[in-house]
């Protein structure tokens, strides 16, 4: 988890297509397998 959220704080300057976070890539997918 803190890596993700570190690769999170590394690209959050760049447009938001190219951050790079795990975590939230995760969630995401669950997020869109219980629509």
Do not use: K
Not at 23 to 32: K, N, P, R
Request: one cysteine or more; charged letters at 30%.
């Amino acid at each position: 988890m803190r890596d993700s959220l570190a690769q999170l704080v590394a690209t959050c300057e760049l447009p938001r297509a190219d951050r790079r976070c795990a975590l939230l890539e995760a969630l995401g997918t669950q997020s869109e397998a219980t629509r």
